[in-house]
């Protein structure tokens, strides 16, 4: 059974900056896509920015492009978030697929997900 663990949440004023990490384990790790969501009070989940196994391929929801920045490869991977903006406040998720690259950004297409931290970001 695959687990993954987030780590790196907490609180953080506007503009200021966050690194979220998540560690994959109990698996036979080959060909994941790993992603991270986020989900704001009230509002549904939505997708942040993905990272193939290889860590060569990455893509970002627009609302984070030129801010977020997903690195890694295997089983981990780190956010660093910069110039946060009060709208990022939400619970992240990391997720995890099977499989080759997924680009897309539907949640159903991923199998495992960590139990989330939180991330507030005060304007």
């Known amino acids: 059974q695959v687990q993954l663990v987030e780590s790196g949440g907490g609180l953080v004023e506007a503009g200021g900056s966050l690194r979220l990490s998540c560690a994959a384990s109990g698996g036979s790790f080959s060909a994941y896509t790993m992603a991270w969501f986020r989900q704001a009070p009230g509002k549904e989940r939505e997708f942040v920015a993905g990272?193939?196994?290889?860590?060569?391929i990455t893509n970002y929801a627009d609302s984070v492009k030129g801010r977020f920045t997903i690195s890694g490869d295997n089983a981990k991977n780190t956010v660093q978030m910069n110039s946060l903006k009060s709208e990022d406040t939400a619970v992240y998720y990391c997720a995890a697929r099977t499989g080759r690259w997924y680009p897309g950004s539907s949640e159903r297409a991923y199998d495992y997900w960590g139990q989330g931290t939180q991330v507030t970001v005060s304007s």
């Open positions: 990272i193939s196994w290889t860590g060569e």
